[in-house]
């Protein structure tokens, strides 16, 4: 791959990597597709799924088709911000401390039921999300790069959990889901388990780590219309003019989903962001991001309703290519 990647070869190389994961996921494009917008925008993803869906081999088979290192934390009750970041080790032979990494050391981690672990240990994840670095006993280390983080929470058995709060839930970029396979996609699952010995498939990969890094600079290169632009700033600001939403989308909000909107429309093949790309993107940009009144919760109201609702408010603009 050159170093000056074009958008139609960004495209290609995304729908090489997507067709890998298809085959040990089952799962549909679009929700692939909005990890990979993550991974090429430098963003991390919020995965709130119920058990058994197949998140933790999606955010491996993502590692292994990037050609990227991959490690799972497992969120506890009990888990302390040392059993993440590393901590120093006494190595008697040599009669001194020495650095001995944590797991988050690691290009796509897998931060495992993160809501089960207290405050204190998910913001020393969330802090290396945001500085692509860790201090350890007054020393800064800095994490590998690329450095992609899928964090899962179940919306279920919710009792001895610490919710992510609202500021911590902003440093993703995106939230989604995989969601339950269609009946046809159950019976591949079934097929797929028979046709082989082992549980849990391997991927070839379809890049290194190098090749990572120079699809993430396409999105840099992408550029985006006056109209479009203020159509993003259009639908971030009426977030916050809805009599269900408290805390509409931040000023950083809105850089992401600027980000985002980039990111997809490069996996689309195009040097250009369309109004498409803003809305495709819209709902897991945004729906985490607001803070809903206490009516709307107790009308059953989520962020995906009351962003489906701007979206259909706000006015689509008339762009040419």
């Known amino acids: 791959m050159a170093d000056d990647v074009s958008a139609v070869s960004t495209s290609e190389t995304c729908t090489e990597v997507i067709s890998r994961i298809g085959d040990a996921v089952i799962t549909d494009r679009e929700f692939l597709e909005q990890v990979l917008t993550a991974s090429l925008a430098r963003g991390h993803v919020l995965l709130e799924d119920v058990p058994g869906t197949g998140k933790t081999l999606t955010a491996l088979a993502f590692a292994q088709a990037l050609g990227l290192e991959f490690s799972r934390i497992q969120f506890t009750p009990d888990l ?3 059993d993440i970041t590393g901590s120093h080790v006494f190595n008697e032979q040599r009669g001194e401390f020495e650095f001995t990494k944590g797991p988050v050391f690691a290009n796509v981690v897998l931060a495992d039921e993160i809501n089960r672990a207290p405050p204190k240990t998910q913001a020393a994840l969330l802090e290396a999300m945001d500085e692509g670095q860790v201090t350890v006993d007054g020393e800064t280390r800095d994490l590998p790069d690329p450095f992609l983080v899928i964090a ?3 919306p279920v058995e919710q009792e001895g959990t610490f919710e992510l709060p ?9 939230k989604t889901s995989i969601g339950y396979p269609d009946r046809e996609g159950e019976l591949e699952l079934i097929e797929r388990r028979s046709a082989r010995e082992t549980k849990m498939p391997t991927i070839e990969p379809a890049l290194d780590t190098a090749g990572v890094k120079r699809l993430q600079q396409v999105p840099e290169r992408i550029s985006m219309g006056e109209a479009v632009r203020g159509y993003l700033v259009d639908l971030a600001r009426e977030t916050r003019r809805d009599d269900r939403v408290k805390i509409g989308i931040s000023p950083r909000g809105i850089q992401r989903y600027f980000e985002a909107a ?4 490069a996996i689309s093949g195009r040097e250009y962001v369309a109004p498409d790309d803003v809305k495709r993107i819209a709902e897991p940009v945004m729906q985490h991001r607001l803070v809903l009144t206490t009516d709307a919760q107790i009308e ?3 962020g995906a309703t009351v962003v489906q609702n701007v979206l259909d408010r706000v006015e689509v603009p008339a762009v040419e290519p």
């Open 80 to 82: 302390l911000p040392n």
């Open 152 to 154: 899962t929470q179940n």
């Open 166 to 174: 609202e500021a911590q839930r902003d440093r993703f970029m995106i």
């Open 262 to 265: 980039r990111a997809r429309a």
């Open 300 to 302: 059953g109201v989520d």
